[in-house]
């Protein structure tokens, strides 16, 4: 089956630890982005990549990074300069172009992370 | 600054009953708009979008939008709603560079049996 799998579903990190955020697809998409939701908010863009070995930052990258080596993987590293890491953190991808009639963004079903 | 807003935290409606979901834009040029719902502790769902073209959009489960322009309003619509319905809906737009999305802030739609 085709899809985007994030892993774990739960981390939990002691304060001062990087942790890692695998995200993986495998439907041949060019473009991948990371999302932060918080209780009762929506989400907001941390980081987004269009093509391998490209990346951007989005609204809240501070204390986040992230690497794109290969078209399928896009992992994200949450520093312990992020001061309020605890959140749920959704993965997503995009074939190349949004405006065609029938693409849409496909997303993880996320990895809820908290500090201990 | 371009953006999408959902001027309602929750909807309450009853079984049976319509529902709608409200959401406006402030985007330059001919936007394309997204609806989404996400069910508790999962990813997001992608329900409908608007291009171009008729502004009645239909989409999964039953749900429809229809694009306004002069009112800048994309608002998600069900006739009938039911208990299953009840989750976090969530308007996005898609950006004209590349193919980023921005979200609105969502809204709880809650149906009651």
């Known amino acids: 089956d085709g899809g985007i799998t994030q892993s774990p579903k739960y981390l939990f990190r002691k304060e001062g630890q990087n942790v890692t955020l695998s995200c993986e697809q495998n439907l041949n998409h060019d473009a991948m982005y990371w999302y932060r939701q918080d209780p009762g908010q929506g989400l907001r863009l941390i980081y987004y990549?269009?093509?391998?070995?490209?990346?951007q930052k989005g609204d809240i990258a501070e204390g986040y990074s992230v690497s794109r080596e290969k078209k399928e993987s896009f992992p994200l590293t949450v520093t312990s300069a992020q001061k309020n890491p605890t959140a749920f953190y959704l993965c997503?991808?995009?074939?190349?172009?949004?405006?065609?009639?029938?693409?849409?963004?496909?997303f993880g079903q996320g990895t809820r992370l908290t500090v201990v | 600054a371009q953006s999408v807003a959902q001027p309602e935290d929750q909807v309450n409606v009853a079984e049976g009953n319509p529902l709608t979901v409200k959401c406006t834009y402030s985007?330059?040029?001919?936007?394309?708009l997204f609806w989404y719902v996400q069910y508790p502790n999962r990813g997001l769902q992608f329900l409908l979008k608007?291009?171009?073209?008729?502004?009645l959009v239909k989409g999964s489960y039953g749900f429809e939008a229809e694009f306004n322009k002069s009112q800048t309003s994309f608002h998600l619509k069900k006739p009938s709603a039911l208990v299953s319905d009840s989750a976090l809906y969530f308007c996005?737009?898609?950006?004209?560079?590349?193919?980023?999305?921005?979200f609105g802030g969502g809204t709880r739609v809650l149906v009651k049996p």
């Open positions: 996005a737009y898609g950006g004209a560079a590349g193919n980023k999305l921005t």
């Open positions: 985007v330059s040029g001919n936007p394309y």
């Open positions: 990549s269009q093509i391998v070995n490209d990346f």
């Open positions: 997503a991808s995009t074939p190349g172009r949004l405006r065609a009639r029938n693409t849409e963004a496909f």
């Open positions: 608007y291009i171009t073209g008729d502004n």
